[in-house]
């Protein structure tokens, strides 16, 4: 998809090129977890059935959410920064396990909520108010549109790649968006500090969680009606629902839980709580200590097989394995530090 011809390499894992670490398997896993370390500026690239870390490169400052190009070639990360707004975006080549020339945005944008739709890699940029449309292979930024929202901060689009939304922080609303024009359909309000979204496997709900509120709105995609409000006490801030669209799991970091909905029902079927401790020097993170002891559950992804579902435990520095069918936690294993972001690929042969 992508060929980076003129990318320069700028890291290896530990200097040696793309061979494994010592004590990796001889056999790649079905499957990798890209793990994003805030504190740490470092993705964590893990084999989920195990824990085991087979490789850490380093991305920009602040990496928040990551995503993997429709081919499984590279992984690209939003360097959001921290107290400056970053502007440009990490690039893995996941064959060869290195760091490739980071892209530049063009200055400071906090590029947060990715996702690809037809050829681009969409970018929310919460320091502009805009939706970017990247081309990687031209490394270039070539559509722009403003949502005319406060921190416009995470994106997501139908299966169909013909509508993205985008929720914003700043304004408790989300912004749709055609993505065959490049325009702005309409804004709606959901609730106070609207963060998380997702979109139904079938296209037709979207599905927003308003932190400060404490509920999950979902929306009809097509019509942008509400659909339902439902309570979500714990400042709800991701959401994601299963490949199957049976379930919609919703991290709530001030209660150390996360909440499961029938998606379809949009009943509440359990809250399974992480009851991991938090790191030492947690308290220094984004949230800082203003949820306690809580584990600060935040990033969710729920890999193509759907039977587990990978949960970013900030404050604890530890990644939750649940169980979708249980809905019980299965085991966890240790990150670098704050983890937030998670990205999934196979491995190409």
Known sequence: ?????????????????????????????????????????????????????????????????GAVTPDG????????????????????????GVALEPLDLGGPARPHGLAFAGGLLLVTAEQRGALLGVDLEKRAVVKTVAT?????????TTPDGKRAFVANIGSGSITAIDLDTWKVIRSVPTGSEAEGIDVSPDGKDVWVTNRAADTVTVLDAATLEPRATLPCPGFPIRVKLSPDGALALVSAPMAGEVAVF??????????????????????????????????????ILIPPHGREAYVACAAAD???????KTLALARSFPTGREPDGLAWYAPRD
Do not use: C, W
Not at 23 to 37: C, F, T, W
């Open 1 to 65: 998809m992508i060929a980076f011809a003129s990318a320069v390499v700028l890291a290896l894992f530990a200097g040696q090129g793309s061979a494994p670490p010592a004590g990796a398997p001889s056999s790649p896993p079905a499957g990798v977890l890209v793990v994003l370390n805030k504190a740490a500026a470092t993705a964590d690239f893990m084999d989920p059935a195990t824990g085991e870390r087979l490789r850490t490169l380093a991305t920009g400052t602040g990496p928040h959410e």
């Open 73 to 96: 070639r590279f992984a690209v990360v939003a360097n959001y920064g921290n107290k400056e707004p970053g502007g440009t975006l990490a690039i893995f080549d996941l064959a060869r």
């Open 148 to 156: 005319e929202q406060a921190a416009s901060h995470m994106v997501a």
């Open 262 to 299: 029938d998606a379809r029902t949009r009943a509440l079927k359990a809250r399974v709580p992480l009851r991991f401790e938090p790191a030492e020097g947690a308290e220094q993170g984004v949230f800082g200590g203003s949820m306690g002891a809580s584990a600060q559950p935040i990033g």
């Open 318 to 324: 530890r990644v939750a394995v649940l169980d979708l």
